[in-house]
């Protein structure tokens, strides 16, 4: 098993993936995953910045969704 690492902008502007990085250590260095190959999950879409933030279910409900898709991604690899 490798170690993992995952950078998130936790903005969720509306219709747009969350912008999201994974990479594996390889020796001494961090290498990236490449994340927008055929067959991979992809991650979820925001919401709207300005409105939905203020709405606590619908920020759980988006936490919930990236949740499940880095369960995916560590599922995947």
């Given at each position: 098993?490798?170690d993992?690492?995952?950078?998130?902008d936790?903005a969720?502007?509306?219709?747009?993936?969350?912008?999201?990085c994974?990479c594996?250590k390889r020796?001494?260095r961090?290498?990236?995953?490449?994340?927008?190959?055929?067959?991979?999950?992809?991650?979820?879409?925001?919401l709207?910045n300005k409105?939905?933030?203020?709405?606590?279910?619908?920020?759980?409900?988006?936490?919930?969704?990236?949740r499940?898709?880095?369960?995916?991604?560590?599922?995947h690899f």
């Amino acid at each position: 098993m490798e170690d993992a690492f995952v950078g998130i902008d936790v903005a969720f502007a509306k219709r747009k993936r969350l912008p999201v990085c994974i990479c594996v250590k390889r020796g001494r260095r961090l290498t990236p995953i490449a994340l927008r190959d055929k067959g991979l999950p992809e991650p979820p879409y925001g919401l709207g910045n300005k409105v939905a933030v203020l709405e606590p279910k619908r920020v759980a409900a988006y936490a919930r969704d990236v949740r499940d898709y880095l369960n995916a991604m560590a599922e995947h690899f």
